[in-house]
């Protein structure tokens, strides 16, 4: 079902400090931040030939990764993105495999102007994972 790896998403408490980071330290290509106020996180990717590393800094009030960042303050990954070619198909599996899909189970556009999908980390080997569909 799952294709290839979109990218890791690494929760960050200071942006500037991972652009620094992977732009100056490992010499990566950054692009510039962009605000997701719809998914409360501001964004930047880092470009690999393989993949892609996003790392995501809270935005506004309610961030969704406020509270991981509570428990992680130095920041650390937060999620994986696996591409999938249908991405209802690949929900309603999911769903009959006993799998908990995160909200109400409807995709929402995400930072790729793609639909996504969560799925519960506890199950899938306790990470939190994101179905985008390419
Ligand atoms: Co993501």
């Known amino acids: 079902m799952i294709g290839r790896l979109n990218h890791v998403a690494?929760?960050?408490?200071d942006l500037e400090?991972?652009?620094k980071t992977y732009a100056g330290v490992l010499g990566a290509r950054v692009s510039a931040p962009q605000a997701l106020p719809e998914?409360?996180?501001?964004v930047v990717f880092v470009e690999l030939p393989n993949t892609k590393i996003e790392l995501l800094e809270p935005l506004g009030g309610n961030s969704p990764i406020a509270a991981f960042l509570e428990r992680n303050k130095a920041g650390g990954i937060h999620h994986l993105c696996y591409e999938?070619?249908?991405?209802?198909a690949a929900r309603d599996q999911l769903k009959?495999?006993?799998a908990r899909?995160?909200?109400d189970g409807t995709p929402k556009i995400g930072a790729h102007g793609k639909p996504v999908l969560?799925?519960?980390p506890k199950d899938f080997c306790g990470t939190l994972t994101e179905l985008e569909q390419v």
């Open 10 to 13: 690494i929760a960050v408490p």
């Open 17 to 19: 400090a991972g652009v």
């Open 84 to 88: 999938v070619d249908d991405i209802l």
């Open 101 to 103: 899909v995160l909200g």
């Open 118 to 120: 969560f799925l519960h």
């Open 96 to 98: 009959a495999e006993g």
């Open 39 to 42: 998914h409360g996180v501001t």
